[in-house]
């Protein structure tokens, strides 16, 4: 019930593209949903972030979608560039345990120029 | 504001020895968590600390492992006896102390051990 699952694992998009990374979770206890972008060798970076009172939140050309009901959410990049090549993570929190992050299992995103 | 600080950024130890993961967090911050990256997994949650105090240590291995967060200085976690299977990615994050621990978690740049 802790889980966060993610897909996909790898996507490859043209630049100008527009990747599209889902996450799910079982646990209704969750009421926030961060993102994470991470590059090679280094620590995850916060992209943005929803909290479950909106269906959408945007941030520069990053984009969350949430479905409560079905219990998913998803990042969309806009017109991606080929720096945003990383591995990207969704999570959860909430409930009890709210200082604990549960991460989903990543998406390696290659953009080609 | 300078970021999370983690040290060493690399650790190599032999199986059967100690490692000990250094983690200062960001100015205002007095919530950390510590999590492990194994090579081409998501990141695990061990710990989360506040000040003298574990709040939470449902991710810690029953063994070997121990965190701590002192009045003064930087959080460590401590690894004894290492073995090959402790050799990943370990990163620090901390929150804003105002935020309760529900605020945002921004993450250290990782220290990478290798146990040989």
């Known amino acids: 019930q802790q889980q966060v699952k993610q897909s996909p694992q790898s996507l490859i998009v043209q630049k100008g593209g527009i990747p599209i990374i889902n996450c799910a979770y079982e646990?209704?206890?969750?009421?926030?949903f961060p993102w994470y972008q991470q590059f090679p060798g280094k620590g995850p970076a916060l992209l943005i972030a929803?909290?479950?009172?909106?269906s959408e939140k945007k941030e520069g050309r990053f984009t969350i979608s949430f479905n409560k009901s079905a219990k998913q959410f998803s990042l969309h990049i806009m017109d991606s560039q080929p720096g945003d090549s990383a591995t990207y993570f969704c999570?959860?929190?909430?409930?009890?345990?709210?200082?604990?992050?549960?991460f989903g299992q990543g998406t390696i995103l290659t953009v080609h120029p | 504001n300078a970021g999370v600080m983690q040290n060493p950024r690399h650790l190599v130890r032999r199986r059967g020895q100690e490692a000990r993961l250094r983690c200062s967090p960001m100015?205002?911050?007095?919530?950390v968590y510590w999590y492990r990256q194994l090579p081409e997994e998501g990141l695990k949650f061990m710990v989360y600390?506040?000040?003298?105090?574990?709040?939470?240590e449902s991710g810690m291995p029953k063994e070997r492992f121990s965190a701590e967060f002192p009045k003064e200085g930087p959080s460590i976690l401590r690894i004894q006896q290492v073995v090959r299977g402790d050799s990943a990615a370990y990163f620090c994050?901390?929150?804003?102390?105002?935020?309760?621990?529900?605020?945002?978690?921004?993450f250290g740049p990782g220290t990478r051990l290798l146990v040989l």
């Open positions: 994050a901390s929150s804003p102390t105002k935020d309760g621990g529900r605020g945002t978690q921004y």
């Open positions: 646990n209704t206890a969750f009421d926030y």
């Open positions: 929803i909290r479950p009172d909106v």
């Open positions: 999570a959860a929190a909430g409930g009890t345990s709210y200082g604990k992050l549960t």
């Open positions: 100015k205002g911050h007095s919530h």
């Open positions: 600390l506040q000040k003298e105090n574990i709040i939470d």
